[in-house]
């Protein structure tokens, strides 16, 4: 079995943990990143970022992929790709075991394992997932070219991803729960604009259907329960992420109903030396910027601790 020492150990590879890498190597700590997927987490689905301060606009796999080349730039070493089976997080010395036997030792640790899609919970989404259900416009959008596809949600991704596509469908149904949107003022005025774009409001989707692929939803109009039925081709689900924390389930870390993890100020765990940065943890905000200052401050403070023990 190797064994394989770290001064950090960031686990997860999104702007979170890819700032906290890049933070932590160029203090010439020694570095690791592992994340159990692609590098970028979350990022690489979006199609668009034009809110990134001094980037005017980009792809989220872009971006990503700079983080990346910036992180390895200054020696953090990044393996993607790995499951991690068992961790040791109390006392000096912390310990990672990936499933091939691997044992990677730190003086510290930064969880930065984001968050994933939350689905509706209907009867027929897991059946139709990538069989017309998708969560992703950017990985998706250009199976629906001139198709009629529907959006589910209410808040800046759902209405930001379905002006995005606008580009590829013929028409995109935005259905709603609420009688109003939760997204900024000038993303539903962009929505609302765009002559694809038609709307349900106040109403939710109690059914997927079809026949080895998505063709048709059962809906229900909430304030009256009247029900209805939509021929469609493919329905793209945004209604919020959920934190990725089962690998700490088992540990003393903790974490509130919500399966996030609670952080303090300079993103302590209740653990000495264990860290969490970006998606996974509990707060209001989950943005690129929020995340990767999440990444800065818990990559100092890491610093910080290891420079006194």
């Known amino acids: 079995m190797e064994n394989t020492n770290y001064d950090v150990v960031v686990i997860g590879g999104g702007p979170a943990g890819l700032t906290a890498g890049m933070y932590l190597a160029r203090a010439k700590a020694k570095a690791l990143i592992l994340d159990n997927s692609i590098i970028g987490g979350q990022t690489i689905l979006t199609h668009e970022i034009a809110n990134y301060p001094g980037i005017e606009s980009t792809s989220g796999f872009m971006l990503a992929n700079t983080m ?153 109009h909430i304030p009256t329960g009247k029900k209805s039925s939509m021929k469609i081709d493919g329905v793209f689900i945004f209604i919020g992420y959920e934190a990725q924390t089962e690998i700490l389930f088992d540990s003393k870390v903790k974490l509130n109903d919500w399966k996030e993890v609670i952080v303090d100020a300079s993103m302590q765990t209740n653990l000495e030396g264990v860290y969490s940065a970006g998606d996974s943890n509990a707060k209001r905000f989950r943005q690129i910027t929020t995340a990767v200052s999440d990444g800065t401050i818990a990559a100092l403070s890491a610093l910080d601790y290891i420079n006194k023990i």
């Open 68 to 220: 990346k080349k910036q992180a390895e730039s200054f020696g953090c070493i990044i393996k993607s790709n790995v499951k991690v089976e068992k961790l040791h997080l109390e006392g000096k010395q912390k310990s990672v075991t990936l499933s091939n036997g691997e044992m990677i030792t730190s003086k510290a640790i930064i969880f930065a394992t984001g968050g994933r899609s939350r689905m509706l919970g209907v009867k027929g989404e897991n059946q139709f997932k990538g069989m017309g259900i998708s969560y992703c416009a950017t990985c998706d959008g250009d199976f629906f070219t001139g198709r009629e596809i529907i959006v589910v949600g209410g808040g800046n991704s759902a209405l930001e991803e379905a002006v995005s596509l606008t580009n590829y469908a013929s028409k995109v149904t935005i259905i709603h729960q609420f009688d109003h949107f939760q997204g900024f003022q000038h993303a539903i005025d962009e929505a609302k604009a765009n002559k694809k774009i038609h709307f349900i409001m106040e109403s939710k989707i109690t059914e997927f259907k079809g026949e080895g692929s998505l063709q048709e939803v059962a809906i229900e």
